[in-house]
């Protein structure tokens, strides 16, 4: 996941919504959001396939979890799996503060990341590229491939996007499909400064990447209620963004 805006014991029926993009490279073999088999029965997930683990997703006990990596091309590769964060989360019923103490220590040892890890008691962040932890105040909130809450260009429209379809009643999913298959990118002066080559960093600052090797590959949308209910909806894309599918589950 590349792109994500959530937001966190804001709105009277969504104890938690968050709506984002994976982007990877489309050769990378990936399975659709499904309930995964035992021994990991009870986490609704998309998969990679290559590394076993996933990007976002959610299990029966109401736990959440989202990943992005942090995009340094300085930074130290390899390690585990980055995905695994989240998979054995959520395999699990273990209280988020408790798992993100537990993972604090040996959060050098991946690739840089973010994490956020949730339940219905709190939600939680915890960073390796610096080394961040902290829990999220009630509000919207938004991450890419820099740190929690950085104002990339693309953050605030997808942040703002979820702002105004929270302020509506009962709005249909259009509005977050929108914004996460948008296009635009901003000035060269507004771009984020990762280290990358310029033509790429442009090409990367869009909700949306379309590419024929790389670019967005899902779109997501889960919602979680405050009895620990909602959905979760995936839709998949293809080299230059064509469409490959939509599934959607109940919790």
């Not at 996933?54 to 995009?71: K, P, S, Y």
């Not at 585990?80 to 050098?108: H, M, Q, Y």
């Not at 670019?215 to 909602?230: F, M, V």
Request: net charge negative.
């Amino acid at each position: 996941m590349c792109l994500v805006a959530l937001a966190w014991k804001t709105h009277p029926r969504w104890r938690l919504l968050m709506a984002g993009n994976r982007d990877e490279f489309h050769a990378r073999p990936t399975a659709a959001l499904a309930r995964w088999p035992a021994p990991q029965a009870g986490i609704v997930a998309g998969r990679d396939l290559r590394s076993g683990g996933t990007w976002m997703g959610i299990n029966d006990a109401g736990h959440a979890a989202v990943l992005t990596n942090v995009r340094d091309p300085t930074a130290a590769t390899g390690g585990p799996s980055r995905g695994a964060l989240v998979a054995d989360f959520l395999a699990g019923t273990i209280p988020v503060a408790t798992r993100i103490d537990a993972l604090a220590g040996n959060a050098g040892d991946f690739a840089p990341f973010n994490l956020l890890l949730a339940d219905a008691e709190g939600c939680h962040h915890l960073g390796n590229h610096p080394a961040t932890r902290q829990a999220l105040a009630p509000g919207v909130h938004g991450m890419s491939n820099g740190a929690l809450d950085a104002p990339w260009p693309k953050t605030r429209r997808l942040m703002a996007a979820l702002e105004h379809w929270l302020a509506q009643d009962d709005p249909a999913l259009d509005g977050l499909w929108a914004a996460l298959s948008d296009e635009w990118r901003p000035a060269d002066a507004d771009l984020p400064a990762t280290g990358i080559p310029l033509e790429l960093e442009r090409h990367l600052s869009a909700a949306f990447i379309r590419g024929e090797d790389y670019g967005t590959r899902a779109s997501t949308i889960l919602a979680l209620d405050h009895a620990g209910h909602g959905f979760i909806v995936e839709r998949r894309f293809g080299p230059q963004g064509v469409f490959n599918g939509e599934t959607r589950i109940e919790l």
